[in-house]
T-cell receptor
Framework: AQSVAQPEDQVNVAEGNPLTVKCTYS??????LFWYVQYPNRGLQFLLK??????LVKGSYGFEAEFNKSQTSFHLKKPSALVSDSALYFC??????????FGAGTRLFVKA | EAQVTQNPRYLITVTGKKLTVTCSQN?????MSWYRQDPGLGLRQIYY???????DKGDVPEGYKVSRKEKRNFPLILESPSPNQTSLYFC????????????FGQGTRLTVV
């Protein structure tokens, strides 16, 4: 069965420090992996995706993610966090054209 | 501006009173879907549509209906809402293709009392 796990409900980081939001997945076949961000009272916004090729994917707002096939992980990273990065982050996997599985979400809190 | 528009943004209703949440996209996307977001559960797919007149159930379709008569519109219908359908609902659209990202509406917060 397909699944996505975001093991941390919340991640706290100081402004200027690097951040990592973790995601692991389980899917048969080649996965298509996505990260979305949700700001308060807004819909989800696309950040980045992994389809194929280079394992390090760069996306919007300085975020990047590393695809690790052996560990079935797709962790979201940013070298230097901003207070404005505080939001709810969702990892998602698509193994067919019809269905996307979302993780439960990780709330990122960046302290000034 | 490319967007997915949902209405209403907020709705409080009573048990059993039929309601419709509208969704419209202006990007000519083939694929549209509805999700509900509940704390600790992430987003769960209710229904999806691959194109006009083509719809199918997602993971949690019970108590919901949809229709896709036009490419741009994908309304969500609750024929007889119940309190367990109190949730935050999102409509999304994307191009056909496994690697395409989705565009989301701003959400509809529904409370059924």
């Amino acid at each position: 069965a397909q699944s996505v796990a975001q093991p941390e409900d919340q991640v706290n980081v100081a402004e200027g420090n690097p951040l990592t939001v973790k995601c692991t997945y389980s899917v048969s076949g080649n996965p298509y992996l996505f990260w979305y961000v949700q700001y308060p009272n807004r819909g989800l916004q696309f950040l980045l995706k992994y389809i194929t090729g280079d394992n390090l994917v760069k996306g919007s707002y300085g975020f990047e993610a590393e695809f690790n096939k052996s560990q079935t992980s797709f962790h979201l990273k940013k070298p230097s966090a901003l207070v404005s990065d505080s939001a709810l982050y969702f990892c998602a996997v698509r193994a067919t054209n019809f269905k996307t599985i979302f993780g439960a979400g990780t709330r990122l809190f960046v302290k000034a | 501006e490319a967007q997915v528009t949902q209405n209403p943004r907020y709705l409080i209703t009573v048990t059993g009173k039929k309601l419709t949440v509208t969704c419209s996209q202006n990007m000519n996307h083939e694929y549209m879907s509805w999700y509900r977001q509940d704390p600790g559960l992430g987003l769960r797919q209710i229904y999806y549509s691959m194109n006009v007149e083509v719809t199918d159930k997602g993971d949690v379709p019970e108590g919901y209906k949809v229709s896709r008569k036009e490419k741009r519109n994908f309304p969500l219908i609750l024929e007889s809402p119940s309190p367990n359908q109190t949730s935050l609902y999102f409509c999304a659209s994307r191009w056909r293709g496994q690697g395409t990202e989705a565009f989301f509406g701003q959400g509809t917060r529904l409370t059924v009392v």
